[in-house]
């Protein structure tokens, strides 16, 4: 993959909690999404882990198997700078317990940053079910710009 990770854009997105979908088609060819809670990658961006909520995620998962394309959108919430990656299915597992300490850590900084924004309160958050959590692995090929702008669309060299 291309040294995309040096990109100002993703450092930004990974920089603060962020919000994200991700989606594969199923068996007919239409999308299927389920929202993203954190996401961890290793440095170059080749690999990237989406923690989701474990039961949302059977539609996404229904018709995956290994290699097959998923898609995955994560967007800063502080200014909705967006990147998506694209990518292989590489599995998916429960997580162990240093992947949930991530789960967990994203959340609280994303109920820190909401609550600034936007006035949630503790209990308006803790209607989001994050666990049981499930992880989904991609191999990432290649991101993409998708802030709302006139490079919307555009690969991230």
Excluded at 37 to 50: E, F, G, M, V, W
């Amino acid at each position: 993959m291309p040294s995309t990770v040096s990109s100002t854009l993703i450092k930004d997105v990974f920089a603060e909690p962020s919000f994200g979908f991700v989606t594969a088609p199923d068996a007919s060819g239409q999308p299927r999404m389920t929202r993203i809670y954190a996401y961890s990658s290793n440095a170059d961006l080749s690999q990237l882990s989406l923690f989701v909520f474990g039961p949302d995620a059977e539609p996404v998962l229904a018709n995956l198997e290994e290699g097959k394309p998923l898609a995955a959108v994560l967007s800063r919430a502080s200014d909705f700078r967006t990147i998506q990656c694209k990518g292989a299915y590489r599995g998916s597992h429960a997580p162990a317990a240093e992947e949930l300490t991530i789960l967990r850590n994203h959340n609280g900084a994303q109920f820190k940053m909401v609550n600034e924004f936007f006035g949630w309160t503790q209990e308006n958050w803790s209607s989001w079910n994050i666990e049981p959590a499930l992880v989904i692995n991609i191999a990432v090929q290649a991101v993409f710009e998708q802030t709302p702008q006139p490079n919307t669309g555009q690969k991230i060299q």
